[in-house]
């Protein structure tokens, strides 16, 4: 009788209603979207999702240092304040170390001068430039004093020649501008001094200071002078300088690429140990029971054969309901 009443109610517990298969099918797509295997992909997503962005924003602000410590600056101008009354006028600047070696640069006097008849007498000047470093110090008096010559260079200079009567058209023309000084009388000379000339390594080697003279028969009127440096980019910083968004692409996707490999290689050989070490716990865990199950199998039997065999029984199938029950829980 004891055995029938315990397979009854078994069956009766074996035997789900319909209600319950209906809301167990409803709620098993909601299982496996919260499911730990899908929280840890959720989890992986944001994750890679953050990286990437991440790595975006080093990879620009990577090149845009990289941009401002290979490309040099572009254009170095220098007023130059000469000084008259001592030979012929001259004038010393100290320089600031923008310079870089091994980057040919083009050299240029600029001198602005009024077209006055006795600057026109004085015809052909010559322009000499003397780029210096200086033994110790960057001062304008150790400039001046111990002057310690890179390069030099000699050019000749002469204002533009113009007829009586083109020049009484031209001023004729410009008289309003005159008038109302937007313009002055004055023409500017653009003399090349230097081309394509670079400077050896080392700090000695780059000039920290200028002096510069010219030299004429006569007495000149000037207005002003500027000596200009403009660096003459070739090869990579060529490409850099004069296709900035197309490098900045470039080089910033290279980038981005090297950082998101080695990331995403760090993250496969993480994630695979991780599983490893899961794996192996859920292996120790099925064969502990294994060992439960056989120690149960070998108890020894103190009742009568029909007991024991019934208990027995019902001790197997409620290891075997807890197993499934505890694989669905994980699942």
């Known amino acids: 009788m004891a055995d029938s009443e315990y397979t009854d109610d078994e069956m009766d517990y074996e035997s789900p209603s319909s209600q319950a298969v209906v809301f167990d099918a409803f709620l098993a797509p909601f299982r496996a979207l919260f499911s730990r295997t899908a929280l840890r992909i959720y989890l992986n ?11 975006l924003g080093v990879s620009g602000l990577a090149y845009a240092i990289f941009y401002f410590r290979f490309i040099p ?5 220098q007023q130059v304040h000469l000084q008259f009354g001592d030979g012929h006028p001259w004038g010393t600047v100290s320089l600031d170390p923008d310079f870089v070696h091994s980057q040919p640069y083009d050299v240029a006097v600029v001198l602005e001068l009024p077209p006055t ?3 026109h007498d004085v015809g052909n000047f010559m322009v000499d430039l003397t780029l210096l470093a200086p033994p110790s110090g960057t001062g304008l008096a150790a400039v001046s004093n111990k002057p310690n010559p890179i390069h030099h260079s000699r050019r000749p200079a002469i204002l533009t020649y113009t007829s009586p009567l083109v020049d009484v058209a031209r001023r004729v023309l410009r008289l309003p501008l005159y008038m109302v000084g937007w313009r002055r009388e004055a023409q500017t000379l653009e003399v090349p001094m230097m081309e394509k000339i670079e400077f050896a390594r080392g700090a000695r080697n780059l000039p920290e200071g200028l002096r510069l003279e010219l030299h004429s028969d006569g007495k000149m009127q000037i207005y002003s002078v500027q000596v200009e440096f403009r660096a003459r980019f070739t090869g990579m910083r060529w490409f850099m300088y004069r296709w900035k968004i197309t490098s900045f692409v470039i080089f910033s996707s290279m980038f981005w690429t090297i950082s998101m490999s080695s990331a995403s290689l760090t993250w496969f050989i993480g994630d695979t140990e991780t599983e490893d070490g899961s794996t192996s716990s859920e292996v120790a865990k099925v064969k502990d029971e294994e060992v439960d199950s056989k120690l149960l199998q070998s108890y020894p039997e103190t009742h009568d054969s029909g007991v024991g065999s019934g208990m027995e029984s019902a001790e197997d199938r409620g290891i075997q309901k807890r197993r499934m029950h505890s694989l669905e829980e994980e699942q």
Do not use: K, Q, R, W
């Open 73 to 77: 600056t572009v254009g170095i101008d």
């Open 117 to 119: 008849p006795s600057n």
């Open 45 to 55: 997503i944001v994750l890679f999702i953050g990286a990437t962005v991440f790595l």
